[in-house]
């Protein structure tokens, strides 16, 4: 078997890093790959120097002339329609599914011989939006840090919060003026505040809402002075800017430090990371990724959180603040502060489902059921 994948995207994003991985699970499985890629993209190097094969191009129109047999395709974003005329009819299209489709379009999606969910939760979303050629079982992803250098603690230090637009002229303009002020301003090395450390460690933007749950939390947060919150992430000028306002109530205990290129080191300076609301997340890899290292997770109970947290285990899970203005976050909140910590590497069986062996035996019977297919 050989597969090509495709992913032209030029930044590194969460679609990115499962495609890192599961090539590499391909590879485990006995598959060859092919991963085309965009010309600018830096991310697949530590792919390169390996046996998988990296073709850049910078338009999927240049995808199918180099196909000379009916091949086993798998994307990971969206394609063009050119694209779907030349490769749809003479191979075998299959393609991931990273974001649940509710409210969403499904691109070409219903128009794949195969679509893969990264969660039992994307899968509930993809009958309602007409895609029905599905493959039944959830591939969840696993925490991958096989991408970062070796680096040490004080590698943590306050950098760039606004990933800025440069369609946009107010964007572009500010642009001009972020990094002149960063360079006024040292870089400040990251010091645990004492107290209790609740973290985000993600891109802040519309999917995750971190606005909107902070909004009914952020007062509860601040009523306790013990706890602080830290937030290692960027996004958009308006999502950065409401997240800032909707935290006002916490002060100086909310600090931004913008995104960073090892979170590997964050996660064991957090005493829980937080997610965001639940409706428009796929699966959560910081999540995945803050249980490996040991770091326990606040949730909202609802998929698909419920798939990757053992509420009591690996996080506390409680009920959409939405529906009891932050009561039962309180509780859990409460709890935290004066429960002994949770210890997510002790329920073995909780993380053994997000393992690199489960995952390669999950790719390796994709693998197989491509085969059949092809």
Request: positive net charge.
């Amino acid at each position: 078997m050989h597969c090509h994948v495709v992913n032209l995207q030029p930044h590194l994003l969460g679609a990115e890093v499962y495609t890192i991985f599961f090539v590499r699970a391909l590879k485990a499985a006995g598959c060859g790959v092919t991963l085309y890629a965009h010309p600018d993209a830096r991310h697949w190097a530590g792919l390169e120097g390996t046996d998988v094969r990296i073709v850049r191009v910078a338009a999927d129109t240049q995808i199918a002339p180099q196909l000379t047999t009916r091949s086993w395709l798998v994307t990971h974003a969206p394609v063009s329609d050119a694209f779907m005329a030349a490769t749809r009819a003479h191979h075998l299209l299959t393609g991931f599914c990273h974001m649940p489709l509710g409210g969403r379009s499904a691109g070409h999606l219903d128009q794949y011989a195969l679509v893969y969910a990264v969660s039992q939760h994307v899968l509930s979303t993809l009958p309602a939006a007409g895609i029905t050629h599905v493959y039944a079982e959830a591939l969840y992803g696993v925490a991958e840090f096989g991408r970062f250098a070796a680096a040490s603690p004080d590698t943590l230090r306050a950098g760039l919060s606004y990933s800025w637009d440069r369609r946009k002229f107010r964007d572009r303009a500010l642009s001009w003026f972020e990094p002149w002020y960063a360079a006024l301003k040292p870089a400040a090395p990251f010091v645990r505040a004492p107290g209790l450390t609740l973290g985000i460690v993600s891109a802040i933007g519309p999917i995750k809402q971190f606005d909107v749950l902070f909004r009914i939390i952020a007062p509860l947060i601040a009523a306790r002075p013990a706890v602080n919150l830290e937030i290692f992430g960027n996004g958009g000028y308006r999502s950065v800017t409401d997240l800032r306002r909707a935290l006002k109530p916490l002060g100086k205990r909310a600090r931004f430090w913008g995104r960073q290129a090892h979170p590997e080191l964050i996660y064991p300076q957090l005493d829980y990371l937080m997610s965001g609301l639940p409706e428009k997340e796929a699966l959560g890899l910081n999540i995945i990724e803050a249980q490996v290292l040991g770091t326990p997770v606040l949730a909202i109970n609802a998929a698909p959180f419920t798939e990757t947290v053992a509420d009591g285990s690996s996080g506390y899970l409680y009920r959409d603040p939405r529906e009891d203005g932050g009561a039962d976050f309180a509780r859990v909140l409460e709890r935290a502060l004066t429960a002994p910590r949770l210890q997510p590497q002790a329920d073995a069986a909780h993380l053994a489902r997000f393992s690199q062996d489960s995952f390669n035996q999950r790719v390796a019977r994709l693998v197989a059921d491509a085969a059949t297919r092809l």
